[in-house]
């Protein structure tokens, strides 16, 4: 199995390797010295590298992130019970301006209800004084009338006697005339 | 299967000819302290693991970036198996686990790159892996729990007449443990990357190559699977045998 050449040259400068190579060079007893030298360097090497500079770096940069990690949360979790007490306090004033506001629509109210009130009150007075009045002027109007209708029917009745020729008594007609008015 | 080129007429195979160990720097013998192509992935692998663990987070940032995410996304893989299987005091050798993971994780993809050396495919470098998590979780399990760590091999839910063979299975499986630990990801890798490398040997005919450029890109998906599932399966059977040593009670 094994190349001609390099069992030619390791029977040159080995000595009797050839035998043993016949098959795998992992079974190249005489080779183990130095792979077992160099793999021991090669393994310090990596375990000081790894446990002076890279695993406390690593772990360090992960510690990090799991600080940074946790107070994000608990700031975010500070944020999300400030934004909380903000929407109870802005949802307080909005109650507090409804309130205010249906306080204010109903003093209004009040207010104009006593002003109309007022004004249907003082309305309705000046309507009944108005109406008083024209009555009295209806009244006094009404009597002037049948006062006229009396001065009338009398002077009427005074010239329709003198015209019959008879003595005008004035007692007599007026007596007559208001006989018949009132009858 | 791999012979020589004229005697198949075109057909090389050398599948097992990227695990072969060479030197740098000439042709000479490989010593121990020898820089070798092992020393040039283990290296990159170990820049690889720099370059996102270190310079991906190197800004630090809150919102993280791609690479930075990467990074961070490993690590809590990592470190959430340990805390799962190992349980809450197993997360004290976490940086350990993050090793090996990161080191199997990186070697196993570095190794699929094109004309690249797959360190994990070697046993020498799994074995030792193995025997290390094998040594390290046997001494722990004796110095946390003292003598009573070996109540591990003793099954006290069982039937008492049962409990002495059973005891015998645990500490045969106990030790097949770091064989099979290590054998398991070696022989995935090198499988894997060997029979790619036979599939390319028949591109090489006309014929059949659309089928073996194929069957080579579905290998490599499933070979990318299967890099990142053994890396995993290592790291949480390590996880599983530090649960046994700081709770041996079944």
């Known amino acids: 199995m094994a190349d001609t050449k390099h069992v030619a040259a390791d029977a040159a400068h080995g000595g009797g390797h050839a035998a043993e190579a016949a098959g795998m060079p992992q079974l190249e007893f005489a080779h183990f010295p130095n792979q077992i030298f160099w793999l021991i360097i090669a393994l310090g090497a990596i375990y000081l590298i790894l446990s002076r500079v890279a695993l406390p770096r690593i772990a360090a940069i992960l510690a990090d992130r799991q600080g940074t990690i946790t107070n994000d949360i608990a700031a975010a979790e500070e944020l999300k019970l400030k934004a909380q007490e903000a929407e109870a306090a802005y949802q307080k004033a909005l109650a507090d301006a409804r309130a205010e506001s249906a306080r204010i629509t109903a003093e209004a109210r009040t207010a104009i209800q006593a002003d109309l009130d007022d004004a249907i009150a003082k309305a309705d007075a000046e309507i009944s004084a108005k109406a008083a009045e024209s009555e009295a002027r209806i009244g006094e109007i009404r009597a002037g009338a049948v006062e006229s209708v009396e001065l009338v029917a009398k002077d009427t009745a005074a010239a329709l006697v003198a015209a019959l020729g008879g003595a005008s008594d004035d007692d007599a007609v007026n007596a007559a005339v208001s006989a018949q008015l009132k009858g | 299967m791999a012979t020589e080129a004229p005697a198949e007429g075109g057909l090389v195979f050398h599948p097992m000819d990227q695990f072969i160990v060479k030197p740098l720097f000439g042709d000479g013998a490989v010593h121990w302290y020898t820089p070798t192509n092992v020393t040039l992935w283990l290296a990159l692998t170990v820049a690889a693991i720099a370059a996102l663990l270190v310079l991906g987070t190197r800004d630090s940032k809150i919102v993280p970036g791609k690479t930075q995410s990467i990074a961070e996304l490993a690590y809590g893989f990592v470190y959430k198996m ?12 976490f940086p350990y686990i993050m090793t090996l993971f990161m080191f199997i994780v990186f070697a196993n993809f570095l190794g699929l790159l094109p004309m690249s050396f797959t360190t994990t495919s070697h046993i020498a470098v799994t074995a030792v892996l193995a025997l290390a998590v094998f040594v390290t979780v046997t001494v722990l ?20 007449a049962l409990r002495p063979v059973l005891a015998l299975i645990e500490v045969i499986s106990y030790f097949v443990r770091p064989v099979s630990h290590s054998i398991r990801l070696a022989g995935n890798m090198m499988a894997g990357h060997a029979v790619i490398k036979v599939f390319a040997g028949f591109a090489a005919i006309a014929a059949i190559s659309p089928i073996s450029v194929l069957a080579i890109t579905a290998m490599y998906g499933l070979e990318v699977l299967v890099s990142f599932i053994q890396a995993y399966v290592f790291t949480i059977l390590t996880c599983v045998y530090l649960k046994d040593a700081l709770h041996p009670h079944h």
């Open chain 2, 141 to 160: 399990g004796f110095v946390k729990n003292g003598v009573g760590f070996l109540g591990l091999f003793w099954v006290s839910s069982a039937p008492l």
């Open chain 2, 82 to 93: 340990v805390e799962d299987v190992a349980g809450k005091d197993g997360v004290r050798y």
